[in-house]
């Protein structure tokens, strides 16, 4: 498999950690609800994502759940030194697979502890606040009192660095007056790029961005434009995207997920990807109108 370090490195806080990393998001059943199909192919994918040199596994203890926590510690306890997880709090699932707010400094506390458990760790390494206001797009409101809360836990040494997620850029200069912010974790992608101006703006703090669905919500045209751009470079649509976004910006970290150790393989073989002028002018165009998510 290809070495995701040619990707290059970026430090989250202290934590120095691979530009290629890993979402477990899809490890778990469908709608991110349950147990996997096949646990043995689940545990072969993270298995395989370290194995690929990644060092920077993206998590929730909502997403199953605890079912996804509780297959990386299967899969990589005890954990290697070089190797991060990120984890996220601000949610709970219901019975019927429903997404709720979480976000009390108690349900915080609770959550903190659940990651810990289910993970096998002392201290969380990163944990990200996902702002729950609107499950669609980011939308302002006040988000103080959460991460007041967080940044208590970080005080009683649970929780070594803190991120948000699914925010808007007032959001994160609210964050970052009450705490130090290591990473900001929303959607973004060729077709969605309201984020421009945020991620140039944590670029020059040292902040990273990561951004989720590197194929999300495009348009026919959009996508056939990708797919166009694909057949220029001998890649996969996919693979095409990732290398964008890695070419975007330093401070971008990407975190594909998959079930498959295949689609593992493929993911990572984007950071061989440089993708020249004319490509990247013609993929420019296609988030060249904002959007409104």
């Known amino acids: 498999m290809t070495d995701a370090t040619r990707a290059g490195n970026f430090k989250l806080g202290d934590l120095d950690v691979t530009r290629m990393g890993y979402g477990a998001m899809q490890l778990a059943g469908p709608h991110v609800f349950g147990p996997p199909k096949d646990r043995a192919a689940a ?154 101006a945020l991620i140039d703006s944590l670029a020059r703090d040292g902040i990273a961005y990561v951004p989720f669905f590197p194929l999300g919500r495009f348009s026919p045209l959009q996508a056939d434009a990708l797919s166009h751009a694909a057949e220029q470079c001998n890649a996969t649509p996919m693979q095409v995207a990732l290398a964008w976004l890695l070419q975007r910006s330093p401070n971008v970290l990407l975190i594909p997920g998959t079930s498959s150790v295949e689609h593992l393989k493929q993911n990572v073989e984007s950071v061989k990807l440089d993708l020249p002028d004319d490509v990247l002018a013609s993929l420019d165009k296609i988030g060249s109108a904002k959007t409104e998510d």
Request: net charge negative; charged share 20%; glycine share 6%.
């Open 43 to 196: 545990i072969a994918v993270l298995r395989a994502a370290v194995e690929s040199g990644i060092t920077h596994i993206d998590t929730s203890d909502f997403y199953g759940p605890h079912v996804t926590n509780e297959l990386i510690r299967e899969a990589l306890h005890p954990y290697a030194d070089a190797l991060t997880i990120v984890t996220k709090v601000g949610a709970t699932r219901g019975s019927d697979a429903s997404w709720n707010v979480a976000s009390t400094a108690a349900e915080l506390e609770s959550a903190v502890h659940d990651n810990l458990r289910n993970l096998g760790l002392d201290v969380l390494d990163v944990v990200n606040f996902r702002v729950m206001f609107n499950v669609v797009a980011p939308t302002e409101g006040d988000i103080e009192a959460p991460l007041t809360a967080l940044a208590e836990l970080q005080a009683k040494g649970l929780i070594r660095h803190i991120g948000v997620s699914h925010v808007t850029a007032n959001q994160v200069a609210q964050a970052r007056a009450i705490t130090q912010i290591v990473c900001v974790q929303n959607m973004y992608n060729l077709a969605h790029r309201n984020d421009d």
